[in-house]
């Protein structure tokens, strides 16, 4: 008997979860011979639940909610000895990895359009002793980023992410890193280093655009940046999109990395949108670690 768990997050995308539980329920009942909901209360119970699943060995597991709600789940899953297949129907702000994985925005869309034949492999990314599906950036303009209250992103949307990263461009604040990139030690100075798994950040599709799901790699970027004038001259590099490295942004795949700053400074990195640990950062990639559920190839 297959079953799948469904993890909803009832807070998500303006409380949007609540209507679109039962619909998502429905779809998935036409999959599974049972499918079981379970309703998060608080941080964490997504990750209980999906390694909760793990244990029970179910056939698949979903996740209804915003970035945040998608990684706990993740990071339920990732390296558990069974690993279901994992889903979600995407609700709240960017929602990154839905559109890397060509699902629709629109969740009921997304529902509607699930198909349990379309499945690809996932790679994930671990990050000291947690895991991460797109992003993790540290710097003024990542923190800038990652302060965004709920409010602002419940009514502008990653509008809100631009506005408070244009915001701290004109911060004159950088800071001293030591980057280990597997095995080469490197010294850099920049306000911003960013390392992502995939193709979309922000919201903003083909940044990365070699980066894909499943390749293996991370890849990092970081500024160069010594004054405002450097950082505004990142800018056209960066909405091209970036594949190499240029005068101004520094370019890298990799699978294994260490970050440390020499300032005594209050760094908090952002972790798929939210606050992760502290520095010193160790990165690795998980390679085709999950099988997913995705959406329709692009043309």
């Known amino acids: 008997m297959k079953k799948a768990v469904l993890i909803v997050n009832p807070s998500s995308g303006n409380e949007e ?18 499918v079981e909901v379970r309703e998060t209360e608080k941080g964490g119970d997504a990750t209980k639940f999906a390694r909760e ?9 979903f996740a209804m909610g ?12 990732a390296e558990q000895k069974y690993r279901p297949k994992f889903g979600f129907f995407p609700l709240g702000t960017v929602n990154d990895l839905g559109r890397s994985l060509n699902i629709p925005m629109d969740p009921q869309e997304a529902i509607a359009s699930f198909d349990s034949e379309r499945k690809t492999s996932l790679d994930i990314g671990k990050i000291n002793e ?47 890193f030591t980057l280990e990139i597997d095995g080469e030690k490197t010294e850099i100075e920049s306000s911003a280093v960013v390392i992502v798994l995939t193709r979309t950040i922000g919201g903003f599709t083909h940044i990365v655009p070699e980066a894909k799901n499943n390749d293996g790699n991370l890849y990092l970027l970081y ?29 890298t795949p990799f699978k294994e990395g260490r ?18 640990p502290e520095l010193p950062l160790s990165f690795k990639v998980l390679p085709q670690h999950l099988e997913v559920y995705c959406g329709e190839e692009e043309n």
Do not use: C, W
């Open 17 to 34: 979860a609540k209507k679109y539980s039962g619909q998502a329920r429905e779809k998935l009942e036409q999959f599974f011979d049972e």
């Open 66 to 77: 915003g970035d945040g709600t998608v990684n706990e789940a993740i990071s339920g899953l």
């Open 223 to 251: 500024l160069k940046d010594q004054s405002i004038t450097d950082r505004l001259k990142s800018v056209p590099d960066i909405i091209k999109g970036v594949d190499q490295s240029t005068e101004n942004i520094e370019y």
């Open 53 to 61: 699943a793990a244990e029970a060995r179910v056939d698949s597991v």
């Open 130 to 176: 947690d895991y991460f599906m797109n992003i993790v950036s540290v710097g003024s303009i990542p923190e800038a980023i990652s302060d965004v209250d709920v409010e602002e992103k419940t009514k502008f949307g990653k509008l809100a992410y631009f506005v408070n990263g244009v915001k701290e461009v004109f911060n004159d604040e950088n800071y001293h």
């Open 259 to 276: 970050l440390t700053v020499k300032e005594d400074a209050d760094l908090h990195p952002s972790v798929d949108g939210d606050e992760g």
